[in-house]
């Protein structure tokens, strides 16, 4: 057995490569936390040494690329650890797979807040161990729609103290591959800091090459390439030349500027023949340039959108040995992604017939402005998330697996089932969660487990389809476009934006079947809330901290949101039959509910939280609060307006001072939060409201 504790001693090569200095401050840190004492490093040998070394040329040849060996050379009063790495990567997950194993560090200890335990040394069996080869080649996450991370601290963009966890938090993960955000300003570290940690850095498929926007470089100039192909090649060249020493994923792509099709600013480009030409020829001189620069690049291109459409059509001719990547729809499914109204499901994996090197985008968050999920864990269920990688891998797309991660955060638990997934090529999903609840709690798991299971099983079915489950933005998107709707006097119109969901029908309609499906999703959510506040209960008050940031915080975000576009469909219908006063009711109790969401976001903002959601912009909680205070507002001026005294005196003014009540002394306009709350009582007592914590019906 070898001996890991404080007084064990640490040798390392001179001059080590950023990665490995960066690996080796981890693992420095790990035993500290565990041991209470920082281990010497380069202090000359003790009686237990820990050395990292490269693998020899001999050796290499039995290690795949990134791998790592343990070796043991034990003796009296000098026993030696080696860490044997093929490369940089190869030493920092060695150094990783100790932490993990033997300190029992867990990978997301940064943002669940686990604590270490403490412990006076470890032993580790002296058995030469060597690691496994992953499933997937290129794994990695696109820190995407990150606006967490941006508003966190008031430094823009975001600084080291930032980005160092999320990139650490992926190579503990297994993961090599990095998007480091999403069209952040270049003089950012986050580029910089990916790959000085060791990561291949790829890029976002509307910024081929990692090429900086068009219309930034060139303000005012038209952005075709067929008008200023030079214009555009100049990007290219500057962003080659500048990452061909890095360890990159070269995206090749042609969309348009802002992530949307290029024709859409060049109508020339009318036909599917006429655009896939273009693109094709795009790609190719992409190649051809990085070509000239890097011998053996690594190419791909995403086969999302319309570009899929195109690649499945047999409009494109690409490089035979770029990586095609293709995506599934933001909810789960390999299918291609709805487009506003346009729900196509077209399959997006290859036929197995489709040679060359495949790989996918997955989703385990997504912001589309109608349903998706970004604050909360994915609303589809994790079977179907096996399922559906499962059937990629089997498609031979199992080259690549770039994961949507968001915020990171909020989405713990799906992101360590993809990280089992692309390390060992498939999971036991059961196994997977008790192992799970075990690592970030002590105690109840079974109650967890159970908690966690109705999560996916509550989520709303906006759909037929099995993935068509609604995340957290469903209560505020479609909330805000009815009350846009309502307010610009188009109720006699169908909302165009809300179709996709509803179907093409009156716009009561639409607004009553969001009312239904909110009223019923109310109810399972409300009864998990319930549950989970008990079980919550039980924990030890650390565990109560975490479990209410991990879980029942996502509960609240649901239950708060279901609440607040069920009561505002009620004030629709209230007011559509002319009982202003009940319908300001209900558009203020929507407004307390979803003012509860808010108050959610600052109960999880807690110590080093502090400000972690100041930047929602995405699902924008506060902009649906204001939303509906606007549309309260909006409902009293029909029978309390001009002098907003009216109702007051007609529902809750005493009969005795109704007749004779001096205006001069009787004429204090009440707020809109105390008029609601005295009409809600007194319709209550009238038997017009119930009185319950649920939606009204």
């Not at 269920?381 to 498609?395: D, G, T, V, Y």
């Amino acid at each position: 057995m070898f001996l890991l504790s404080h007084a064990t001693a640490i040798v390392a090569p001179t001059n080590l490569a950023k990665p490995v200095q960066y690996g080796l401050q981890m693992l420095v840190r790990d035993m500290e936390k565990v041991f209470g004492q920082k281990p010497q490093v380069n202090a000359g040998t003790s009686e237990w040494t820990i050395e990292l070394r490269y693998a020899s040329e001999e050796e290499c040849s039995s290690l795949e690329e990134e791998a790592f060996r343990l070796h043991f050379q034990m003796g009296d009063g000098n026993s030696v650890m080696t860490i044997v790495g093929r490369d940089d990567l190869g030493l920092v997950y060695g150094m990783l797979h100790i932490s993990k194993k033997y300190l029992e560090i867990d990978p997301f200890w940064f943002w669940a807040e686990i604590p270490v335990s403490r412990k006076e040394a470890v032993w580790i069996p002296a058995e030469e161990q060597e690691s496994a080869r992953p499933a997937v080649r290129y794994r990695g996450w696109f820190v995407n729609d990150e606006v967490c991370l941006i508003g966190w601290r008031k430094e823009y963009p975001p600084t080291e103290e930032i980005w160092f966890p999320v990139f650490e938090t992926l190579l503990r993960c297994g993961g090599n591959m990095v998007i480091p955000g999403t069209d952040l300003p270049r003089s950012g570290i986050h580029h910089q800091l990916a790959h000085d940690m060791g990561l291949w850095v790829t890029h976002h498929h509307a910024e081929p090459l990692g090429a900086e926007m068009f219309l930034r470089a060139y303000p005012g100039v038209t952005p075709s390439y067929a008008q200023h192909p030079e214009l555009f090649e100049r990007l290219w060249r500057e962003a080659i030349e500048k990452q061909k020493d890095e360890k990159i994923i070269w995206v090749l792509s042609f969309r348009g500027q802002g992530d949307a099709p290029f024709w859409s600013m060049d109508p020339v480009f009318d036909t599917p023949e006429k655009r896939g030409a273009m693109i094709s020829k795009v790609v190719w001189r992409q190649y051809e340039l990085i070509k000239e620069y890097v011998k053996h690049p690594v190419c791909c291109i995403a086969l999302y959108g319309e570009i899929s459409e195109l690649y499945s059509g047999g409009y494109l001719d690409l490089p035979p040995d770029v990586i095609k990547v293709w995506a599934d729809n933001g909810y789960g499914k390999m299918v291609s992604r709805r487009q506003g109204n346009e729900n196509f499901r077209i399959s997006s994996l290859p036929e197995l017939s489709d040679s060359g090197k495949h790989g996918i985008y997955y989703h385990i968050t997504f912001h589309d402005l109608q349903a998706s999920n970004h604050f909360t864990m994915s609303p589809y269920s994790p079977q179907l998330m096996k399922q559906e990688i499962a059937a990629a891998f089997q498609a031979k797309a199992n080259t690549y697996l770039l994961l949507n991660s968001g915020n990171i955060r909020q989405h713990l638990y799906t992101l360590d089932i993809v990280s089992e997934i692309w390390c060992f090529g498939t999971i036991d999903l059961e196994k997977q969660l008790c192992s799970y609840l075990r690592r970030f709690f002590s105690s109840h798991h079974q109650e967890m487990q159970e908690l966690y299971e109705r999560y996916f099983q509550s989520a709303i079915a906006y759909g037929k389809e099995e993935d068509e489950k609604a995340g957290e933005e469903f209560y505020h998107h479609p909330a805000r476009k009815i009350i846009s709707h309502w307010l610009t006097g188009k109720v006699d119109q169908t909302n165009e934006q809300l179709i996709w969901a509803t179907g093409n029908v009156s716009f009561a309609d639409q607004v009553r079947w969001y009312q239904q499906k909110c009223a019923a999703g109310s109810r399972r959510w409300s009864r998990l809330k319930k549950r989970g506040q008990e079980v919550m209960e039980l924990l030890s008050e650390e565990d109560k901290i975490r479990f209410y940031d991990q879980f029942l915080f996502a509960i609240e975000l649901h239950d708060t949101g279901c609440r607040g576009a069920v009561n505002l469909c009620q004030a629709y219908f209230a007011f559509k039959e002319e009982k202003y006063p009940l319908a300001f009711v209900h558009a203020s109790q929507a407004h307390w509910d979803y003012r509860e969401g808010l108050e959610a976001l600052t109960r999880s903002e807690h110590g080093k939280w502090k400000n972690f959601y100041r930047l929602d912009v995405l699902t924008n909680i506060k902009s649906t609060v204001d939303n509906v205070d606007t549309l309260r507002r909006f409902i009293r001026m029909f029978g309390d307006s001009p002098d907003f005294f009216l109702w007051y005196k007609q529902y809750l003014m005493p009969e005795t001072e109704k007749y004779i009540y001096l205006e001069n002394t009787h004429r204090a306009v009440l707020e809109d939060d105390e008029l609601a709350r005295m009409l809600k009582k007194k319709f209550a007592a009238d038997g017009k409201l119930p009185e319950t914590g649920e939606a009204f019906k």
